[in-house]
């Protein structure tokens, strides 16, 4: 997968280079290209905004500026564009295997009051494009969301989680961890300050685990997320509920 991001900030982008995605980058399964959106201003003060039609507080960003940016790199090649805005599209587990599923993407992150919408309308003919939020709080730009979901997306490429079933049984994965989050997790040792770990997982009984796994899923889905909880089957809710 190639990776393009466009930001006035890109050394934000510094995290990229460690941990899984940065292995992922050197084995080459991972293409990420980072731009410096400045480099596309024609000014001595390198501007990148202005004032925003209709009056209001804060800065708009240029589409000129971003116009020549999203030109420059993309050529006349078609990547998924995705730019992170609070007024976005929910960015979920599902979104997230979708757009791993992209030969290329590509992201324009925002600041200020956010860019000039004639930006989004200008490639949607060419372009799929994503507005996409990460959650409902107002981050300064979009670099943060950016990492959030070059994060969220790499670790879902083939090669990179060290074991590939770790991402079958995420959170909100799609299938049987769909609308529901993980339960809890234990190593060892069996006995902390006098915490003990479950007995049913030193059993070594591969179906009780399962079960229970399962079953601490869905209690802590319904304390935690009674919005997903309220998403499941009333079957499976009302198997649980007996036991919650
Ligand atoms: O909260 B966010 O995800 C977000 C995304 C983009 C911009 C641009 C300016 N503020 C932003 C906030």
Redesign the pocket.
């Given at each position: 997968m190639r990776l393009d991001i466009i930001s006035i900030f890109p050394e934000y982008f510094a995290p990229l280079d460690v941990s899984l995605i940065g292995k992922a980058r050197e084995r080459g399964t991972l293409d990420v290209r980072v731009h410096q959106l400045r480099d596309w201003t024609h000014d001595v003060h390198k501007t990148v905004d202005d004032t925003p039609y209709g009056g209001g507080p804060g800065m708009v960003m240029k589409p000129e500026v971003w116009g020549e940016a999203i030109d420059a790199v993309i050529g006349d090649g078609a990547p998924r564009l995705v730019?992170?805005?609070?007024s976005?599209r929910p960015f979920t587990q599902e979104l997230a295997q979708e757009l791993a599923g992209e030969p290329w993407l590509l992201f324009a992150?925002?600041?200020?009051?956010?860019?000039d919408s004639r930006v989004m309308a200008e490639y949607g003919d060419r372009l799929r494009v994503d507005e996409v939020?990460?959650?409902d709080?107002?981050?300064?730009?979009?670099e943060?969301?950016v990492l959030v979901m070059v994060e969220a997306v790499g670790r879902l490429l083939p090669g990179v989680l060290g074991n590939a079933q770790s991402a079958v049984d995420d959170s909100f994965a799609p299938g049987s961890m769909r609308n529901l989050v993980e339960g809890p997790v234990y190593t060892k040792p069996p006995v902390w300050r006098g915490h003990e770990v479950p007995a049913v997982l030193l059993s070594g009984h591969h179906g009780k685990v399962a079960r229970w796994r399962r079953d601490e899923a869905l209690r802590r889905t319904v304390r935690n997320r009674p919005d997903l909880a309220a998403e499941l089957d009333p079957e499976t809710l009302d198997k649980h509920d007996r036991k919650l």
């Open positions: 730019v992170p805005t609070p976005g992150c925002g600041r200020y009051e956010g860019i939020s990460i959650g709080y107002v981050l300064a730009g979009g943060v969301a």
